[in-house]
């Protein structure tokens, strides 16, 4: 190695390591709260709401999103965030409208900020209109304590996870990110999610649920509804004690479908690379197709249609009684 090399490799390992003593010290001064880097200024603020209103819509791009029962019986909205980030609080015809609007300019967006913005939405709890809660990066967090006529959360990059019921339709969406749905009833369910795992327990659905779920696992337990859809390309399906008075229908490319003690009246499972294994609680007429698997099934010649394929995996199948 020539010597001049030599003297530039210790030049910069003597800065590297300067540099971190420099960073270990400051950061000991700090007591190591990476809090105390940021350079952007947050406020909290706190809006009580007057006017009368029925149905809610908040929007946002990187605040965590939560509705929280109101302890005065009075609806007001909190907001810890940057001064130049605010969230605008109104009614609008009806509506509790809290919505982002950003007044930066492009030398706003040069800093560093380790502290994530919030948005709490106090409400009394009773029953209300339609519910629309839109984000980009941040979670949505929705408790058991409301009832809505109709519910619509989508994020983009966080979790969503709701316990109120909804009358009407209840959709949710999230792109990368969990879905968890439970202690609820609604009236109809769909969820999807494309990386990412998805949660529904303790559930009644007066009308179908339907699931699309490409990368993650899906668990089910205590779900009752009238037909049940559930597609996913990568990850297993696992439900106990699931049961439609209509059909199921469950469809995977990669990945085991589990159950234990779920009934339908009709069923169709399709699976490309993975096992279907269960017990149902009534007999069935098995259709069955395995292309390199084994298969073990109920010797029984009544009941619902149930239709098993799989093309690399086991079918093993009981009933329950």
Not at 163 to 182: D, L, M, N, P, Q
Request: net charge positive.
């Amino acid at each position: 190695m020539k010597k001049r090399t030599k003297i530039w490799l210790i030049t910069a390992a003597s800065l590297l390591l300067g540099g971190i003593i420099l960073f270990g010290g400051a950061m000991t001064l700090l007591n190591w709260d990476f809090m105390k880097l940021s350079t952007v200024k947050y406020e909290t603020t706190d809006v009580e709401i007057t006017e009368e209103f029925r149905d809610v819509s908040v929007s946002s791009k990187t605040a965590n999103i939560e509705l929280l029962p109101s302890t005065d019986g009075k609806a007001h909205v909190v907001c810890y965030e940057p001064k130049k980030a605010k969230h605008e609080v109104a009614v609008e015809n009806g509506t509790l409208v809290v919505k982002l609007v950003e007044k930066k300019k492009w030398y706003d967006y040069i800093g560093v900020d380790f502290r994530t913005a919030k948005v709490k939405v106090y409400l009394p709890a009773e029953e209300y209109g339609a519910l629309s809660i839109q984000n980009r990066t941040g979670s949505i967090t929705v408790p058991h304590d409301f009832t809505f006529e109709s519910m619509t959360l989508k994020a983009s990059t966080g979790r969503i996870k709701n316990g109120a019921s909804v009358t009407g339709k209840a959709f949710i969406k999230t792109s990368t990110g969990g879905i968890c749905v439970e202690n609820a009833t609604t009236g109809s369910l769909e969820l999807s999610v494309s990386t990412g795992n998805v949660t529904v327990s303790n559930v009644t659905c007066t009308g179908d649920v339907k699931l699309s779920n490409s990368t993650g696992k899906t668990t089910l337990s205590n779900l009752g509804c009238q037909n049940l859809q559930s597609k996913g390309t990568t990850g297993g399906l696992s439900m106990q004690n699931v049961v439609a008075s209509g059909n199921f229908s469950i469809e995977r490319d990669t990945g085991d479908v589990k159950f234990i003690g779920c009934d339908a009246a009709e069923i169709s499972i399709k699976t490309d690379t993975g096992d279907i294994k269960g017990s149902f609680l009534s007999d069935k007429i098995f259709i069955y197709r395995t292309d390199t698997g084994k298969v073990s099934l109920p010797d029984v010649m009544s009941g619902g249609k149930c239709t098993l394929k799989t093309d690399t995996g086991n079918i093993k199948i009981t009933i329950q009684k």
